[in-house]
């Protein structure tokens, strides 16, 4: 019994409803921070800082946010990609005004922007919701992703139409800017997703969370009991949107050092829209598991193959792996509505039990 | 037959009034021209055959529709109509004929739920969920705690409601709208698809609710004994008209009612 | 007080000073709204039948233009691809019943929403792996579709109609008129109505549910392989139309999802409101307003009428 609840008993209500009450749960994290913290900054090299743990983090708290969104509060948002645009246009001006000011400040301050506009087309809401929700904010992505291509001022008039990431530095490290190493890089944005994540995991613990899904899941009766729709909805708009800006303003800054706005489009929307739904709906652990599944499968994709001597273009890894995430989306939900998260819990609860069969 | 309720002084005080309330869907009357009162601390039956626009009827008590005409007055404040979430603030709280529960939460968290209104602390507190926002919590979980030794749910704390048995989600649903302390309480058809010993429960939690909290409820129900036993007043509704009104026994003898509504079921 | 000169006074000169650079702007409006209309058309059908909201709806349009394309360029002679990529619709009919309808037969819209996602990328991925992912160009010539232009000359101008959008047009109106005669007339169709309403109705029909989607989402196939040969002749086939076929989704909340006149008039609608709006308001935009325009005004219309043009008001029970 490796793993059990079984003899732990919670002295007070306090203990029983802590985010995570079991021991073995808080030793977990525990190991995985010193892991993130000590041991992948020890043996890391560029490859992996740069193209598998820092894309892997930020699309994680991406879909953190998307998931407070849709699988928390039940609305479906396919302007995802628009949402982080905002948030790295946001930051690349302020910066730009304020050049003096801690970058990482600026790469939080930025999400506050995004939620202004998610609040703006979460307007909607208040009348509509399923598909009809989902057009409206498709109206969020394309009209947004043409402010990004037609304002100049907004991408400091660069020829490129594209944003360049200038030199910032923090107590005389450069923090971004090709001068700035993936190790800075890659701790600014562990820090930022890890402090996050613990807000996020607050937020759905608490009576914030608890109004959020009970919109989604049969708003009239949430209404009848006190809960005012419009505002639970607007408030999930607005933190949903902070983490995907500034998981926007992490993805330009922090990783990958300038972008044109073709970053932010549909594609970037759909693509975490899937991390949500393997991940799994309405659980955080999810997004991370989500994240991890779309995002290192086409590098493996590439990469794998390519070693077992069987050479494979990458147009057609690009090609597979469609096919393979859509496959795994409608198996998921066909399967597994829980996604990646219920799998691990499910197999959680057969490590409590282990080696009893029952 | 229940014994007059020992608050008997109280009883006479109007806390709820609705005054020539119609309501219709398109062509549909749902209500028409109904009048009636709730008094304070009294269990108040609405039956009537199906479709007579009983559930419409604690709609519009509760703010889910907007009557047409008529006027509701709640705690001697007369309105047009209620909003939901006025009614909710003022104390209404509700159970639905065909459950309305949250089905991705745990049962705590769906009583919790209904505590919603009572919790104040800011969102920066539940940001951090630390100190004051922690300490509300817990207290409110004391609460909740307390609601589910009640009602006897104690085993399936964490069980996610969807995957309960429907008697038990009943009795979840209960929970959550007691969790409001309501003053006033709506249960639409709270017996409907139990069996015997179900019922009995349920009865029971009614009446020890009315008894201990001194919370008035209104309640629509199918079965004519479970009417007779719980009920001070019963007040009948037929094709959206109100036919007659008393106590159980005046409305048993009541000739339109037998042959509304007795005579068709039986 | 210049900016609204421009915004509502020039405009409208322009079209009276130029009525033939109005007819010509009405014209495209016209043609790309009736493409719009198929595909909104395609998803009434299937929204009707099973309740699903199918976002493919648009790839499905792509996907089969490439396969009949991609056939063709592998040598199988234009008319047998053309028959060919029918069989592959109606495959790929029984294909989404079998594996992904019928095991998410009682799950909510929400999650049946998501599962076209998944088609969606899974055509995208399938489509390109099969026939590789470059654009190619329409076999026009080969299926008998005309080419060039007829030109109208005017006292006050000319206006130039491409002869392959006369015929888009046209296909388009008898698709129209055959579906509403198979939904009116004839048995099946009667049944798929019955199942719109109620799915009892369809099986005293004697038509199994299953049959019925395989149908519906067989004969949305067919809709978007119509859509897809039109619009391909139009401009070329590639999955960078699906940007395009996005803006059914606009007109179907203008049309309503059930309502098949309802695609239509909506399709019309955003196909000529946002060629008028780019041609005429788009410059003081800078351009480029073709891209949303299309969802803003879907988006004002959620918010004053959310039952769309022909739906009518739903009030929620509890
Ligand atoms: N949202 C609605 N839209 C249209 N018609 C409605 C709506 N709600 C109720 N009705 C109609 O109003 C009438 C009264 O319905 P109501 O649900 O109030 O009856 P009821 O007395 O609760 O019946 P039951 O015993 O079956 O629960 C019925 O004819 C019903 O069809
Ligand atoms: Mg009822």
């Given at each position: ?55 892997f ?50 790469v ?10 998610g ?35 907004l ?17 005389g ?16 944005v ?15 613990h ?16 949430a ?37 044109e706005?073709?970053?932010?489009a ?5 693509l ?33 193959p ?22 795994l ?12 998260a ?13 080696p009893?069969?029952? | ?36 009162d ?15 626009g ?23 404040e ?7 979430y ?9 159970t639905?004929q ?33 100190g004051?926002a ?40 209960l ?11 709506l ?21 020890d ?5 001194g ?52 | ?40 058309l ?18 499905m ?11 063709h ?10 028959g ?9 009919a ?30 995208i991925?399938?489509g390109?792996l099969v ?20 030109e109208w ?54 038509i ?15 809709v ?7 619009w ?12 395009i076929a ?33 041609f ?39």
């Amino acid at each position: 019994m490796l793993y059990r609840e079984v003899g732990q008993y919670k002295s007070s209500y306090a203990a029983d409803m802590a985010v995570f009450p079991i021991l073995q749960d808080r030793i977990g994290i525990a190991v995985i921070l010193v892991i993130a913290y000590v041991v992948f900054p020890l043996i890391g090299n560029d490859f992996l800082l740069n193209t598998i743990l820092i894309p892997f983090l930020i699309f994680s708290l991406a879909a953190i946010g998307l998931n407070l969104l849709t699988g928390y509060t039940g609305l479906l948002s396919l302007g995802t990609g628009a949402f982080m645009g905002v948030g790295a246009y946001a930051c690349l001006k302020l910066t730009t005004i304020f050049p003096h000011v801690n970058i990482l400040i600026w790469v939080l301050v930025s999400g506050l922007f995004s939620s202004a506009v998610g609040v703006l087309f979460g307007l909607p809401s208040l009348r509509i919701k399923g598909f009809y929700l989902a057009v409206a904010t498709l109206a969020a992505q394309f009209f947004l992703e043409w402010c990004f291509i037609r304002i100049p001022w907004l991408y400091n008039y660069s020829v490129s139409g594209a944003i360049e990431v200038p030199l910032r530095t923090f107590m005389g490290v450069p923090m971004t800017g090709p001068t700035a190493t993936s190790l800075t890089r890659y701790l600014a944005v562990l820090t930022i997703v890890v402090v996050l994540t613990w807000v996020a995991s607050n937020i759905v613990h608490g009576r914030i969370g608890r109004m959020w899904m009970s919109v989604r899941d049969m708003d009239l009766a949430a209404e009848l009991i006190g809960i005012r729709l419009f505002r639970t909805k607007l408030l999930a708009f607005a933190v949903s949107s902070f983490y995907c800006g500034v998981a926007g303003a992490m993805m330009v800054f922090l990783w990958y050092g300038g972008a044109e706005a073709e970053v932010f489009a549909i594609d970037q929307s759909f693509l975490i829209l899937f991390m949500v739904i393997i991940g799994g709906l309405g659980t955080l652990i999810g997004s991370f598991f989500g994240s991890a599944l779309i995002y290192i499968l086409p590098i493996g994709l590439r990469l794998i193959p390519g070693n077992f001597g069987v050479p494979i273009r990458p147009a057609a890894a690009e090609q597979l792996t469609f096919v393979i995430v859509g496959a795994l989306i409608i198996v998921f939900l066909v399967v597994e509505p829980n996604g990646l998260a219920r799998l691990w819990q499910i197999g959680k609860q057969k490590l409590r039990v282990w080696p009893f069969p029952y | 037959m229940r014994e007059p309720a020992a608050n008997e002084t109280a009883l006479g005080e109007a806390l709820l009034a609705a005054e020539d309330v119609s309501l219709s869907f398109g062509g549909v009357r749902a209500l028409t021209g109904v009048s009636f009162d709730i008094r304070k601390g009294e269990i108040r039956a609405i039956i009537g055959p199906n479709g007579a626009g009983k559930t419409s009827m604690l709609n519009v008590v509760n703010g889910f529709y907007q009557p047409q005409s008529g006027r509701i007055t709640f705690k001697g404040e007369v309105r047009k109509s209620m909003r939901p979430y006025a009614a909710a603030r003022g104390g209404i709280a509700r159970t639905f004929q065909n459950l309305a529960l949250f089905r991705g939460m745990t049962t705590l968290d769906n009583i919790l739920a209904g505590r919603t209104l009572k919790m104040h602390r800011g969102f920066f507190w539940q940001l951090l969920r630390y100190g004051p926002a922690l300490r509300e919590e817990v207290e409110h979980r004391r609460r909740v705690e307390e609601i589910i030794d009640f009602l006897e749910i104690a085993a399936i704390r964490k069980v996610q409601v969807g995957r309960l048995p429907y008697g038990l989600q009943k009795r979840v649903e209960l929970g959550r709208a007691l969790a409001m302390e309501p003053d006033l309480l709506l249960l639409d058809e709270p017996m409907a698809g139990m069996n015997l010993e179900e019922k009995e429960d349920m009865s029971r939690f009614i009446i020890d609710v009315n008894q201990q909290y001194g919370t008035t409820i209104a309640l629509i129900e199918h079965d004519m004994g479970v009417v007779m036993d719980l009920s001070d007043r019963v007040v009948v509704l037929d094709y959206g008209r109100k036919i007659a009104d008393g106590t159980p026994d005046e409305v048993k003898r009541d000739k339109d009612v037998i042959r509304a509504y007795l005579g068709e079921t039986h | 007080m210049h900016v609204l000169y421009l915004i509502f006074v020039d405009p409208f000169m322009q079209m009276v000073h130029s009525p033939d650079l109005l007819m010509q702007t009405l014209w495209d409006g016209l043609v790309g709204g009736v493409l719009y209309a198929l595909i909104a058309l395609g998803f009434v059908l299937i929204f009707k039948a099973s309740g699903v909201f199918n976002f493919a709806q648009g790839i499905m349009v792509v996907f089969a233009a490439l396969t009949l394309v991609g056939l063709h360029e592998h040598g199988v002679p234009a008319f047998v691809a053309l028959g060919l990529t029918v069989l592959v619709m109606l495959v790929l009919a029984f294909g989404v019943e079998r594996l992904m309808l019928r095991p998410l037969v009682n799950q909510s819209e929400i999650i049946l929403f998501m599962a076209t996602f998944g088609l969606t990328y899974f055509l995208i991925g399938f489509g390109q792996l099969v026939f590789g992912g470059n654009p190619k160009v329409m076999i026009a010539q080969d299926l008998y579709l005309p080419s060039g232009a007829i030109e109208w000359k005017g006292h006050f101008g000319f206006v130039s109609f491409q002869k392959i959008d006369i015929a888009a047009v046209i296909i388009a109106s008898i698709m129209v008129a055959v579906l509403a005669v198979f939904f009116q007339r004839t048995r099946i169709g009667r049944a798929l109505r019955a199942v719109a309403d109620s799915h009892q109705a369809a099986l005293s029909v004697g038509i199994s549910l299953e049959q019925i989607w395989v149908i519906v989402w067989f004969a949305a196939g067919v809709v978007a392989l119509t859509t897809g040969i039109m619009w391909g002749a139009r401009s070329e086939v590639s999955f960078s139309l699906q940007v395009i076929a996005l803006k059914a989704l606009p007109v179907l909340i203008l049309g309503g999802f059930t309502s098949i006149p309802g695609a239509i008039v909506g399709g019309l609608i955003i196909g000529i409101g946002e060629k008028l709006g780019e041609f005429y308001w788009g410059p003081l935009l800078g351009g480029g307003i073709e891209n949303w325009l299309a969802y803003v005004i879907a988006l004002g219309f959620l918010i004053f009428r959310p039952q769309g043009l022909f739906g009518e008001k739903i009030i929620e029970r509890i």
